[in-house]
Every structure is written in C-alpha cells, then in structure tokens.
C-alpha cells in the first residue's frame, strides 16, 4: 500500500485528505499547529476538535466519521525532522501555509527523489495552484505566520483548490500521473507533465 504524507493539514489540507479518504493509500498528517473556533468554518474539523493538535484531530476523524485508520505527527516539519517523516513516503502532499516550510519540503523531496505536489491559494482568493515540485515556486507571505484562508474567506475557491488537489494525489497514487492545475472560480485548467 503506498504511503501518502500530508504536510500542513489546514484549510487545503485537512478538505483534501477528506476527500482522498476512500483511496487505496496509508494517509501520514503532519501538522503542528491547533484547532482554534476561526478554522471550522474553512477546514474540516469539527467543534469538539477546538483546541487538539491539527494531525490528531483529524487522524480522529477519519476514524470516527469513516473508519479510515491515518498516522498523524504533530510536529512543526524542519530540516531536522523532514527525513524522518517523509521517508518513507511515496508521496509527498505540500499544503503548508508558508514560503520556509515549502522550501524545506521541497529540497528534501529533492535530494530524497520522492514525488512532491504543492497546493497554494492567493493571498487575495482570486486563483489557486497544483502543481508538481519543480514546476512550483513558493511566494512569500505578505508577514510571518500571515494565513490566506482564516474565517471562511475565500471557501469557494479553497474547495476547489482542495477537491483539485486530492485528485491529484489520487491519480499519482493510481497511475502515476503528474499534471499541474490553475484554479479559479471560472474553472480548473490542467496540463499534463
């Protein structure tokens, strides 16, 4: 069974592992961060998740909900501990919220040879990405620690992004298949590799 490691399960994160629930595929969550109330209206945790680490809320609810066993690491990805939790991947998921922990993914991925997909939104919410390392550049965030999807905002196009982003963790897992993806509210344009 292929190994899938989500890195960053927040607003694209967390909708894209729901969606990739019924995949033939060991889901591995790693996220550091908490649920706070503002990220139930985005993402897909639920109330009684306020306040538990991101991974192990949601590994919870892929029980619970669906029945779907995941591992969850609820640590902050680093130089330090990239190796350790994506080694064994087959792929690796990029929907972090930051230009720092992009990069760090996607050296790693790099120097591993591990296949590695980045999902992004704009910081306004007026298109999203797909596309695989390599293809991909980072953005600075206009602060530290600035989150483009807080409240709700922009929840349209975070879904698209999200259910856009999942099919392309499905159809690597499946076929192999790598294709980038611009997304707005218009449409979703794919390319293939």
Same mark, same amino acid.
């Given at each position: 069974?292929?190994?899938?490691?989500?890195?960053?399960?927040?607003?694209?994160?967390?909708?894209?592992?729901?969606?990739?629930?019924?995949?033939?595929?060991?889901?591995?969550?790693?996220?550091?961060?908490?649920?706070?109330?503002?990220?139930c209206l985005s993402q897909a945790f639920v109330k009684p998740s306020i306040g538990k680490?991101?991974?192990?809320?949601?590994?919870?609810?892929? #029980? #619970? /909900?669906?029945?779907?066993?995941?591992?969850?690491?609820?640590?902050?990805?680093?130089?330090?501990?990239?190796?350790?939790?994506?080694?064994?991947?087959?792929?690796?998921?990029?929907?972090?919220?930051?230009?720092?922990?992009?990069?760090?993914?996607?050296?790693?991925?790099?120097?591993?040879?591990? =296949?590695?997909?980045?999902?992004?939104?704009?910081?306004?919410? *007026? /298109?999203?990405?797909?596309?695989?390392?390599?293809? /991909?550049?980072?953005?600075?965030? =206009? #602060?530290?620690?600035?989150?483009?999807?807080? $409240? $709700?905002?922009?929840? =349209?196009?975070?879904?698209?992004?999200?259910?856009?982003?999942?099919?392309?963790?499905?159809?690597?897992?499946?076929? $192999?298949?790598?294709?980038?993806?611009?997304?707005?509210?218009? $449409?979703? *344009? *794919?390319?293939?590799?």
């Amino acid at each position: 069974m292929k190994r899938v490691v989500f890195c960053g399960v927040g607003a694209l994160g967390s909708n894209a592992v729901v969606a990739c629930r019924n995949l033939e595929a060991r889901l591995v969550l790693v996220d550091f961060d908490r649920v706070e109330s503002k990220n139930c209206l985005s993402q897909a945790f639920v109330k009684p998740s306020i306040g538990k680490n991101k991974a192990d809320a949601l590994k919870l609810q892929l #029980s #619970s /909900f669906w029945g779907v066993k995941a591992e969850s690491f609820g640590v902050r990805v680093d130089e330090g501990n990239v190796a350790t939790l994506c080694g064994s991947a087959d792929l690796v998921v990029d929907a972090f919220d930051n230009a720092k922990s992009r990069r760090v993914l996607s050296a790693w991925a790099k120097s591993a040879g591990k =296949p590695l997909v980045h999902a992004a939104v704009s910081a306004d919410g *007026t /298109f999203g990405l797909v596309r695989w390392d390599g293809r /991909f550049a980072a953005d600075e965030e =206009p #602060s530290a620690g600035a989150a483009t999807c807080e $409240g $709700g905002e922009h929840l =349209p196009l975070i879904a698209l992004v999200a259910s856009t982003l999942a099919r392309a963790v499905q159809d690597y897992v499946e076929r $192999g298949a790598r294709r980038d993806s611009m997304v707005a509210l218009s $449409g979703v *344009t *794919t390319t293939s590799e």
